[in-house]
């Protein structure tokens, strides 16, 4: 079982206050659009499995079923202001990899806007691939733990295929493959845990442990980052 990073701990439990925003709405109904697109077209979430992990999150988002079909249309738009999925990578100091997941209509500008953040923060703006290869792209299942220990937890989801368990307080973060997501998903279900969250992630393959000091300033670098109207996701190697 890995430890669990202060970076992840802090996304969860900023999560539920982010919920609250307009602009999480807005980066689902891009993330369902994306999915869409990035689908073949397919707008069947029982057909296309990314588009059916970004339904699931607007659900829990509580967002208007209405906005939802909005942004599954909306990925038929040819032209110009069409969405389109970028990836950046980049260096913190202390031998931090960072990769932002972004989806804008405008790549010349939120590739400025990433840039500048990486500049003012003393982190460093690479090329395509220069830190891709030190994640995995995995499934992540967050579920409560519903009284039961992170050992307990870590058997069930073995038996179900996972490939690895984290303690998150009163959660658990479970690790699988990506084609078995799905299954392993509704296997917990049917045991009776309550799924905080699933979805496709990048989990790092080896991680970088940082001083205190060090750790609050990244952290603060990536929680702005993240913050940022065309970001969706972003990850680091960080212990």
């Known amino acids: 079982m890995s430890g669990h990073s202060k970076w992840s701990t802090i996304k969860r439990q900023k999560g539920a206050a982010d919920i609250k925003r307009g602009a999480t709405f807005t980066k689902i109904s891009n993330a369902i659009t994306i999915a869409v697109k990035q689908g073949?077209?397919?707008?069947?979430?029982?057909?296309?499995?990314?588009?059916?992990?970004?339904?699931e999150m607007a659900r829990s988002a509580n967002m208007p079923k209405d906005n939802?079909?909005?942004?599954?249309?909306r990925a038929s738009n040819k032209g110009e202001g069409e969405l389109q999925e970028v990836i950046y990578e980049?260096?913190?100091?202390?031998?931090?990899?960072?990769?932002?997941?972004?989806?804008?209509?405008?790549t010349n500008r939120t590739t400025s806007e990433v840039k500048s953040l990486?500049?003012?923060?003393?982190?460093?703006?690479a090329q395509p691939g220069a830190v891709s290869y030190q994640f995995k792209q995995t499934g992540e299942i967050v579920i409560h733990k519903n009284g039961k220990s992170i050992d307990e937890i870590?058997?069930?989801?073995?038996?179900?295929g996972a490939s690895d368990v984290e303690d998150a307080g009163d959660e658990a973060v479970i690790y699988t493959e990506t084609s078995l997501l799905d299954g392993i998903k509704k296997g917990l279900e049917s045991q009776g845990f309550l799924i905080v969250s699933s979805e496709i992630s990048r989990k790092p393959?080896?991680?970088?442990?940082?001083?205190?000091?060090q750790e609050e300033k990244i952290v603060n670098?990536?929680?702005?980052?993240?913050?940022?109207?065309?970001v969706q996701k972003v990850y680091s190697n960080i212990e």
């Open 40 to 55: 073949g077209g397919v707008g069947d979430p029982d057909q296309n499995p990314r588009l059916r992990l970004a339904v």
């Open 68 to 73: 939802i079909e909005r942004a599954i249309q």
């Open 90 to 106: 980049g260096f913190a100091p202390g031998g931090v990899s960072v990769i932002v997941e972004a989806v804008t209509d405008n």
């Open 118 to 125: 990486f500049n003012k923060s003393g982190a460093n703006f």
């Open 154 to 160: 870590f058997l069930s989801a073995a038996d179900l």
């Open 205 to 213: 393959i080896s991680k970088v442990v940082l001083s205190v000091d």
């Open 221 to 230: 670098f990536l929680s702005a980052l993240e913050e940022m109207d065309d």
